[in-house]
């Protein structure tokens, strides 16, 4: 082995670790929004959505 194997390696495992982290974040935030879409649908809202009287 030499040292620009050690190297090239180590910066090819590192990328596919962030990108495998953003892919993840990405989707999960697709379900997510899916999610409370699902929610707000069935007629369940968010606390940060107030209604214009502030209660």
Partial sequence: MTHA???YGAYGFAALVAAAVT???WADGRARRK???ALEA????RRSARTT???
């Fill in 42 to 45: 069935s007629g369940i809202r």
């Fill in 35 to 37: 999610e409370l879409a």
């Fill in 53 to 55: 009287d502030g209660k």
């Fill in 5 to 7: 194997f050690y190297v």
């Fill in 23 to 25: 892919l993840w974040t």
